[in-house]
Every structure is written in C-alpha cells, then in structure tokens.
C-alpha cells in the first residue's frame, strides 16, 4: 500500500467511563470521503451502550476513507477512518 503511509487513523479511543462494554456502534458521519477536516473537529457520532460520544480528527487534512459506516459496530481502539494530513 505504498502512498498510505502518511494517512492519519480515526480511532474510537475516547470511550465512556462507565461503560461495561468494548463495542460500540457508529451512529452518524458527519462528513464524507474527501471533505476536509480541522483538527479537532467531530466528523462522527458513536455510541457505546447508552453514551454518544463524537469522535474528534487527530489531525487537519482530508477524509481520505471511511472504515465503518453508519450502524457498524466496533471495538475500542478500531479505525473507524483515515485522513489524509495537509501538507
């Protein structure tokens, strides 16, 4: 996968303190591939258990993939998406 290299994980790291579980599910994108993005910016909404929680870019650049879609479930920790950071 040469030229990836650079891209930046989205990842499900922030996660809710009394949640008993290790999964969540993704609820809502708030961007699609190839918007460009803030660091910092929420670009989707996930939910563990009962808690929704936005999930923040780690970095500015440009929503190059998005891993899981609305309704995917996920562990903590997965790639949810990959931004391609500004050079």
């Not at 996968?1 to 499900?12: K, L, N, Q």
């Not at 609305?70 to 931004?83: C, N, P, S, V």
Request: hydrophobic share 40%; proline share 3%.
């Amino acid at each position: 996968m040469s030229g990836t290299d650079d891209r930046v994980p989205v990842t499900a790291d922030e996660w809710a303190d009394e949640a008993d579980s290790d999964e969540g599910i993704v609820v809502n994108w708030f961007v699609r591939e190839g918007a460009t993005v803030e660091e910092g910016e929420s670009v989707c909404e996930i939910q563990i258990e009962k808690v929704s929680i936005d999930v923040l870019a780690p970095a500015s650049g440009t929503i190059a993939e998005i891993v899981k879609a609305e309704d995917d479930e996920f562990e903590r920790g997965d790639t949810l998406a990959w931004i391609t950071p500004e050079a």
